[in-house]
């Protein structure tokens, strides 16, 4: 519709100077013929001019439309792509580089196919159809043209390249500097605590200098192109309407055909002029969607497999009924059995460095295990490679007897719920923070797995409850605050297998103590992996495994390994004695 729009207000304007012929050499006559001549050629120029706005109106509404739609679809597409990617991928990339790529480079976009293809088809058109006119109206004057314009191809291209490359390089700089703003106000509090707004203000003045100096670089050689094709493509034809003039002084060409070549002449110049800046356009947009479709195109390196984990809903809950009562989730509540075989695994950043070497334990079903050891021992890389951010170079993680790689991803990290040290608590309500983890749990469960997790007590002190905005990254919230709003989605979720990444750092005294028992209750009959440098919440624990340097230095119960007389024992005199 709109290209059929667009070719109707082409032929509109490609008509218009062939009514201006018939003007000059059937109008402007001494006899009442020539009056009537001039009054039905205005009638026709006004009713070109109604059909010509009507035309223009459709055309641009329906490219705007098309160019809003396509731009909110691939923001969705890449934006859906990236939420794909395992963490390798950010090792490499900044999220303040996909942000500005999935807003300013798709802005680009929009503004190309929304205005300037349009804009440029419009004038494609124009071009053609005015040059073919003009062949018609006399074959001499335009092979002329077409011979010099022919000469103006190869400079456009040429510069055409050159601001595409500028224009990439200006949205890499443009997006560093975006980058750089999103890392510094995340990190706010130690920049004023240090006093480095001056600082962090020079970077990224000095950032913004190099994008506005990479942008000058690229408006320069477009604003080269634009005049180069104006000065060339005019030029051609003053040049021919120089010789037209002379044919009519001559008595071999009409004035009237001198008019209509000339109007056919200045739609060539004009619209070729404007193509060019077009090409300018579409080049500094190609820049941009390289960078995007680098986005669009990139795979993860953990594929996805299509065998579901084997859940059973009756026997969990009989393993858990309170559990079962105090939430209501999609998961089926099942065992999960977690055998680790001979497992080695370096972090693609560090690939002589051993996170785990030769791992290899079990967790039966319904068991509560405990990792501990010095930082760096490898606590954090097991639950990492539970949820399958990552693989294993050697060995293999099986999941109720059946290797992670053939278990469908999302069915696999739909079994797990995660407790983070880093409490993650989104720019949302209370409410919609803890249905997280169960987006279609009623408001009940919500309410039940908030009690659970010893957090209904200060929400309910909030100034409009759970309704209340708990502020970007949960800032209107306190560290303890925000651990609890994450054990409540986590018990919320109600999955077989429960990973505590240090679930109580944050906590005081007396909220881990609350929450200590909460745990308590969620873990039964659930298997449970629990990372604690606080060897005092984990004395219960079925097993506890005892790390170091990526290896197993013991395992066994607390004070079995207290006799033993080994690391673990050493770590819990240095705790228990403080």
Do not use: C
Not at 62 to 73: F, N, P, Y
Not at 139 to 152: E, K, T
Not at 208 to 215: E, G, I, R, V, Y
């Amino acid at each position: 519709m709109a290209i059929a729009a667009l070719l109707l207000a082409a032929a509109v304007t490609l008509t218009i100077p062939v009514a201006f012929r018939f003007l000059i050499d059937l109008g402007f006559t001494a006899d009442t013929t020539g009056a009537n001549n001039v009054n039905a050629i205005f009638l026709a120029l006004f009713a070109l001019a109604v059909l010509l706005a009507i035309s223009t109106a459709v055309r641009f509404y329906l490219v705007s439309w098309l160019g809003e739609r396509i731009t909110a679809d691939l923001r969705s597409d890449v934006f859906a792509n990236v939420l794909q990617q395992d963490p390798l991928f950010f090792e490499s990339l900044k999220t303040g580089e996909v942000v500005s790529r999935l807003s300013t480079d798709t802005t680009l976009i929009q503004s190309l196919i929304g205005s300037s293809i349009s804009f440029g088809l419009r004038n494609a058109i124009l071009f053609t159809g005015a040059l073919t006119m003009m062949l018609i109206t006399n074959l001499p004057l335009a092979a002329i043209i077409l011979g010099q314009l022919a000469m103006v191809i190869l400079p456009i291209l040429l510069f055409g390249r050159r601001v595409r490359k500028l224009s990439r390089n200006s949205q890499d700089k443009l997006a560093d500097t975006g980058a750089m703003a999103g890392e510094v106000l995340n990190a706010m509090e130690i920049v004023q605590a240090y006093g480095r707004e001056p600082y962090e203000v020079s970077r990224y003045s000095n950032a913004s200098d190099l994008a506005f100096d990479t942008a000058i670089q690229r408006n320069t050689y477009r604003s080269l192109l634009t005049a180069l094709a104006i000065v060339l493509i005019f030029g051609a034809i003053v040049f021919v309407l120089w010789l037209g003039a002379n044919a009519v002084i001559a008595g071999t060409l009409t004035a009237g055909l001198l008019t209509q070549f000339m109007l056919y002449a200045a739609i060539v110049g004009s619209s070729g002029a404007a193509t060019a800046e077009v090409y300018g356009d579409i080049q500094r947009a190609a820049g941009a969607t390289t960078r995007l479709l680098e986005l669009l195109d990139a795979k993860p390196q953990i594929s996805s497999a299509v065998e579901t984990i084997n859940y059973s809903p009756s026997a969990a809950s009989a393993a858990n009924p309170q559990a079962e009562s105090a939430t209501e989730s999609n998961n089926a509540l099942s065992t999960a059995r977690i055998e680790f075989r001979d497992v080695t695994f370096s972090y693609p950043s560090r690939p002589d460095d051993a996170a785990l070497d030769g791992v290899s334990f079990t967790v039966e079903p319904g068991e509560t295990v405990a990792l501990v050891g010095p930082s760096g021992a490898g606590k954090s890389t097991i639950v990492q490679l539970m949820l399958r951010f990552y693989d294993p170079q050697h060995g293999s993680i099986r999941f109720n007897d059946s290797p992670l790689p053939d278990i469908d991803l999302p069915a696999l990290r739909n079994a797990i719920g995660l407790v983070s040290q880093q409490s993650v608590v989104f720019s949302a309500n209370a409410m919609e923070n803890i249905r997280y983890g169960n987006l279609q749990a009623s408001d009940e469960a919500v309410y039940q797995a908030a009690t659970d997790a010893q957090a209904d007590e200060f929400i309910q002190r909030l100034p409009q409850g759970y309704t209340t905005h708990v502020g970007e990254r949960g800032t209107r919230l306190s560290g303890g605050q925000r651990q609890r709003l994450s054990i409540a989605r986590a018990l919320l979720k109600n999955p077989p297998l429960l990973l505590l990444d240090e679930a109580t750092s944050a906590l005081d005294t007396e909220s881990e103590r609350k929450v200590q028992l909460a745990l308590e209750l969620a873990i039964k009959g659930r298997t449970t992996i629990v990372i604690a440098h606080r060897l005092a919440t984990i004395v219960n624990a079925d097993k506890i495994i005892v790390l170091d340097n990526g290896r197993i230095a013991e395992q066994g119960k607390h004070s079995d390994l207290l006799k033993a007389g080994g690391l673990y024992s050493r770590l819990a005199e240095m705790q228990f004695n403080q």
